[in-house]
């Protein structure tokens, strides 16, 4: 379940250093005087809720198979049965993981006033479930499935009894088309890049969390806030080619630094 902030917990992060109290408060300061803060967040955001990021290949799941080959849209056309035979798994677990207190402090971010909307890549649904509301999921979602041939969106668990109950292992519509889950596969398009553009050129601050910013789209959209004049926060664990040009680059644990953010934007 999600882990509670409290204060008893931040003092002792303060008192071992593990927190760099500095950068706390001038990440939080800077949130203050934004009108217009745009959370940009990547696989780094979920890590802390044991989702390993299933498109590198060599971990996990993936192991032995080339998740390029089979999880491209190419792959699910001509064998649905084999692409669900490694995608079933990714969409089961997603059932058995929680939001961890990144996932809720950038929706307590939302609701406190202060971001005005979320992009993420990430397809897992976790800031969802921890409360976010105005997200756009640039990669999609595996919360639902839609038909391919009548565009019918079922939700995931509908998506898992069908296979389970098909012969085949093939959910199928009642149209005869098959369901795909609602992410972007490897060769599709993109569904909702201009509306990510748009409000990364809105963005006056944009908070990047758990990206180290190599994968597209995100490693476009920070730009688009730099070239009028935004201003970048990064909070990664690894370096990201963008951290020169950040107001800030934090290399901590994003689910300890940002409910210590949240901690201190309530104080004020
Ligand atoms: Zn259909």
């Not at 990547?42 to 044991?50: K, N």
């Not at 609602?182 to 809105?202: T, W």
């Not at 601050?205 to 004049?229: A, E």
């Amino acid at each position: 379940m999600i882990r509670a902030i409290t204060t008893q917990k931040l003092e002792v992060f303060y008192m071992e250093n593990i927190i760099d109290n500095e950068k706390v408060n001038l990440v939080a300061e800077l949130i203050k005087e934004s009108k217009h803060t745009v959370v940009l967040t990547g696989a780094g955001v979920s890590t802390g809720s044991g989702i390993a990021d299933f498109r590198t290949p060599g971990t996990g799941i993936w192991e032995k198979v080339d998740p390029f080959k089979v999880t491209s849209i190419t792959a699910f056309k001509e064998n649905p049965q084999r692409f669900y035979h490694f995608y079933l798994p990714r969409i089961e677990m997603l059932t058995r993981v929680f939001p961890n207190t990144a996932h809720e402090a950038i929706a307590r971010l939302e609701e406190m006033g202060y971001a005005k909307y979320l992009i993420t890549q990430n397809i897992d649904n976790l800031h969802r479930r921890a409360g976010s509301k105005k997200i756009i999921e640039v990669h999609g979602t595996l919360r639902e499935a839609v038909c391919r041939r009548c565009e019918k969106i079922i939700a995931s668990e509908l998506l898992i009894e069908k296979i389970e109950k098909s012969e085949e292992k093939i959910p199928y519509c009642e149209c005869g088309g098959v369901f795909k889950p609602n992410v972007v596969l490897f060769g599709e398009m993109l569904p909702d890049l201009d509306g990510a553009i748009y409000q990364s050129m809105r963005a006056d601050l944009m908070l990047i969390i758990g990206s180290s910013l190599q994968v597209s789209p995100v490693n476009i959209l920070p730009q688009y806030c730099l070239d009028r004049g935004g201003k970048l926060i990064i909070v990664n664990f690894m370096s990201t080619h963008l951290d020169y040009l950040a107001e800030v680059a934090v290399k901590e644990d994003v689910c300890d630094f940002l409910p210590a953010v949240i901690e201190v934007l309530r104080r004020k």
